[in-house]
């Protein structure tokens, strides 16, 4: 049975938004709530044109909206399928690994680089350290459902807590912090976008020149100390930032 006939979708012909915005949103929302899981198939879109009085064109446009967002995908010889919702995160102190797992998306870590390096003249300036100081390097592939999601770089203060391989796989960085009793306070963060090189489309699974989130923050404990420098990438694609904007009294 088309689970889209259990949705109550509709259109509003007098208002100015175009049909097949209005569709796709709607549609996007049942995704969003989990009224259309992963994997599931939609149905004809003959048939859900005709249910909603809608041209196929409109339909397919709609439904073509959404498998460019990432959030359905075509496949041959099985139709159109729910593939996950796109992942919005909050701006706020959190980390990825723990926004994923609140969102039910079963995040996965994959440690690309863990090692020590003296510091650039950025990353001192942000840790607080003289330049050619050593610090330690982290860089991890983050993906979702064992897609990629994004790409993340930090650098941490040398001997602030044990970073082993087998650790940062198995859950977040800022958890292994906490563990280690350091209290998280604060962060100076910017968020930009940008293109995506080769190499870095080859590894988060999407084209060289692909629209890119970034992400630098640097993160200070609860004596006003840097405990973290991150630099990350996401898939603009599958990702979002969210913000809360307030009137200024």
Same mark, same amino acid.
Request: aromatic letters at 4%.
């Given at each position: 049975?088309?689970?889209?006939?259990?949705?109550?979708?509709?259109?509003?012909?007098?208002?100015?938004?175009?049909?097949?915005?209005?569709?796709?949103?709607?549609?996007?929302?049942?995704?969003?709530?989990?009224?259309?899981?992963?994997?599931?198939?939609?149905?004809?879109?003959?048939?859900?044109?005709?249910?909603?009085?809608?041209?196929?064109? %409109? $339909?397919?446009?709609?439904?073509?909206?959404?498998?460019?967002?990432?959030?359905?995908?075509? #496949?041959?010889?099985?139709?159109?399928?729910?593939?996950?919702?796109?992942?919005?995160?909050?701006?706020?102190?959190?980390?990825?690994?723990?926004?994923?797992?609140?969102?039910?998306?079963?995040?996965?870590?994959?440690?690309?680089?863990?090692?020590?390096?003296?510091?650039?003249?950025?990353?001192?300036?942000?840790?607080? $350290? +003289?330049?050619?100081?050593?610090?330690?390097?982290?860089? #991890?592939?983050?993906?979702?459902?064992?897609?990629?999601?994004?790409?993340?770089?930090?650098?941490?203060?040398?001997?602030?807590?044990?970073?082993?391989?087998?650790?940062?796989?198995?859950?977040?960085?800022?958890?292994?912090?906490?563990? +280690?009793?350091? %209290?998280?306070?604060?962060?100076?963060?910017?968020?930009?976008?940008?293109?995506?090189?080769?190499?870095?489309?080859?590894?988060?699974?999407?084209?060289?020149?692909?629209?890119?989130?970034?992400?630098?923050?640097?993160?200070?404990?609860?004596?006003?100390?840097?405990?973290?420098?991150?630099?990350?990438?996401?898939?603009?694609? #599958?990702?979002?930032?969210?913000?809360?904007?307030?009137?200024?009294?």
């Amino acid at each position: 049975m088309d689970p889209t006939v259990s949705l109550q979708l509709g259109v509003d012909r007098s208002s100015p938004v175009p049909l097949y915005f209005q569709l796709s949103q709607q549609l996007e929302a049942a995704i969003e709530r989990g009224a259309l899981t992963p994997g599931t198939l939609l149905g004809n879109e003959i048939e859900l044109a005709g249910r909603l009085g809608l041209s196929r064109p %409109t $339909v397919r446009q709609a439904i073509q909206s959404l498998v460019d967002k990432g959030l359905l995908v075509r #496949r041959r010889g099985v139709g159109t399928q729910v593939v996950h919702s796109q992942v919005k995160r909050p701006l706020e102190l959190s980390s990825l690994y723990d926004d994923l797992e609140a969102a039910g998306q079963r995040p996965e870590t994959r440690v690309l680089r863990n090692t020590v390096e003296p510091a650039s003249a950025e990353v001192a300036a942000a840790l607080g $350290v +003289a330049e050619g100081d050593e610090v330690h390097l982290v860089e #991890r592939l983050r993906l979702a459902h064992g897609e990629p999601m994004a790409y993340l770089r930090n650098h941490l203060p040398s001997g602030l807590l044990a970073l082993d391989t087998p650790r940062l796989e198995a859950t977040g960085l800022y958890r292994l912090m906490r563990g +280690a009793s350091i %209290t998280l306070h604060s962060a100076r963060q910017s968020v930009g976008a940008r293109a995506a090189t080769a190499e870095e489309g080859e590894r988060l699974g999407e084209p060289a020149g692909a629209p890119l989130l970034t992400m630098q923050r640097t993160t200070f404990d609860d004596t006003g100390r840097a405990v973290e420098f991150g630099s990350h990438i996401y898939r603009a694609s #599958r990702y979002s930032f969210e913000f809360q904007l307030l009137v200024r009294p």
